[in-house]
């Protein structure tokens, strides 16, 4: 059984312009399941680097909440480059892996359900280490060891829908996460976690379904709103980690 396109969009109004913009399900999820922790963890002037923010949606909403923030999207896809161009934010063409910045000049580093994707994810947290001021931070988000799951869906249909979101490892467990960051120098301050049960079953009926539903995406819309609320049957990490001088 063929199982239909993951990523999907949906539609949402930008207020500030007043006119439609396509969003990422994905992306929008994220923004309500974290922007409480962001508001209390971000200060305004910081720089941020955004590694892996695509089209910079979430960058884009920061900058409409604290005005001088120095945030600059970083990503290696150039079509999402152009649209946080297009937001008005910084965008740099660069690999996670190699960022071109220079040491100890970042306050705060963003790294929103990337890891997952990269086989080398020990290099990823070295350069977020490397980057970073003392005692600056990292907020990252990925999924728990055994993935991402949907309801009614089979194990092997699962596994396929993480797979074609990119996934080279279905996820981690809590140990193992803050092993990698403390691995690197960088020391687990807050956990929490988000996609939680219905969400999921949300999910998976306004995008893996074909059963007709008038107003998908405003069910869904209304639904992930409450991520930063309920937690129950959450299947994704949210860390937010220090950079400390190593011994």
Not at 23 to 32: D, I, S
Not at 47 to 74: E, P, R
Not at 95 to 124: G, R, T
């Amino acid at each position: 059984m063929i199982i239909k396109q993951y990523c999907l969009n949906i539609w949402f109004y930008d207020n500030d312009k007043g006119k439609k913009n396509n969003m990422r399900p994905g992306t929008l999820l994220r923004w309500h399941a974290l922007k409480s922790m962001l508001k209390s963890e971000i200060k305004d002037g910081s720089v941020i680097l955004d590694i892996g923010g695509y089209d910079g949606y979430i960058s884009y909403n920061l900058k409409k909440i604290f005005s001088n923030l120095k945030i600059t999207v970083v990503d290696t896809a150039k079509s999402g480059l152009k649209l946080a161009k297009q937001r008005g934010l910084d965008a740099l063409y660069a690999s996670a892996l190699e960022l071109p910045i220079e040491d100890n000049s970042v306050d705060l580093v963003l790294c929103l359900d990337l890891i997952e994707h990269v086989q080398e994810d020990d290099k990823i947290a070295k350069e977020i280490s490397r980057v970073l001021k003392k005692d600056g931070k990292v907020i990252l988000t990925t999924p728990m060891q055994n993935g991402v799951s949907f309801p009614f869906l089979s194990k092997e249909k699962i596994k396929i829908i993480n797979k074609n979101w990119g996934h080279v490892r279905e996820g981690y467990s809590l140990e193992n996460i803050e092993r990698l960051l403390r691995n690197s120098g960088l020391a687990s301050e807050k956990t929490s976690k988000y996609f939680n049960l219905f969400t999921r079953f949300t999910y998976r009926f306004c995008f893996f379904s074909n059963i007709p539903l008038i107003g998908k995406s405003l069910l869904y819309r209304l639904i992930i709103r409450l991520e930063s609320i309920i937690k129950y049957g959450a299947e994704e990490h949210i860390i937010v980690a220090k950079k400390v001088l190593k011994s």
